[in-house]
């Protein structure tokens, strides 16, 4: 079966300690894309890549960080530095940027 | 003021009815025009898209673009309990490589 999945599905996190949420997708999109969704503020944009070992910062990287090694896989570094961290993030996918696919998410709660 | 608003709700209808949902935008560069369904503690899943204005049709789901009025409506029509979810509705300026999502509509509908 094609598509994304993230991992894990539950992350806590203790304060001043860097995690890393998993994603991967074997849809063989070109691009990847991370969002953070907060209760009643829709999705922003993390980062996003377009090619492997290329990404670019969206509207609110600061205290995140990625990398994009291989084609399928683009994984997320929640780092001390992100003072908010708790949220729901969602990967996502697609050959063309306005055909997104999603993947079920990662919540992310700090203790 | 956002690029993008939608009516949080929640809105409440019964089994069968026809749902109208909205959004108002303000940049006018946008050209593609998105509706992603989202259920609770889920990743969104695309409906449908529209490129630039008029109507597209899949099934008991409308997508209505105004570009005129910066105005896009999904309509649902005999509304199912399967549907209650929130929709997101989502644009991008074509040349862009991101989008930018409306904060999301919390639907019910009861049986």
């Known amino acids: 079966d094609g598509g994304i999945t993230q991992s894990p599905k539950y992350l806590f996190r203790k304060e001043g300690q860097n995690v890393t949420l998993s994603c991967e997708q074997n849809?063989?999109?070109?691009?990847m894309y991370w969002y953070r969704q907060d209760p009643g503020q829709g999705l922003r944009l993390i980062y996003y890549s377009q090619i492997v070992n290329d990404f670019q910062k969206g509207d609110i990287a600061e205290g995140y960080s990625v990398s994009r090694e291989k084609k399928e896989s683009f994984p997320l570094t929640v780092t001390s530095a992100q003072k908010n961290p708790t949220a729901f993030y969602l990967c996502a996918s697609s050959t063309f940027v306005h055909e997104q696919f999603f993947g079920p998410g990662t919540r992310l709660t700090v203790l | 003021q956002k690029e993008v608003e939608q009516d949080p709700g929640p809105l409440s209808v019964p089994e069968g009815a026809i749902v109208s949902l909205n959004c108002t935008y303000s940049n006018s560069a946008f050209q593609y025009f998105m509706w992603y369904r989202q259920y609770s503690r889920k990743g969104p899943e695309l409906l449908m898209y529209?490129?630039?204005?008029g109507n597209k049709e899949d099934g008991r789901f409308t997508a209505q673009v105004d570009k005129s009025s910066k105005y896009i409506s999904l309509f649902i029509r005999d509304s199912q309990p399967s549907d209650s979810a929130t929709y997101l509705c989502?644009?991008?300026?074509?040349?862009?490589?991101?989008?930018?999502f409306g904060s999301g509509t919390q639907l019910t509908v009861l049986p």
């Open positions: 849809l063989n999109h070109d691009a």
């Open positions: 989502a644009m991008n300026r074509g040349s862009a490589r991101q989008l930018t």
């Open positions: 529209t490129y630039s204005s």
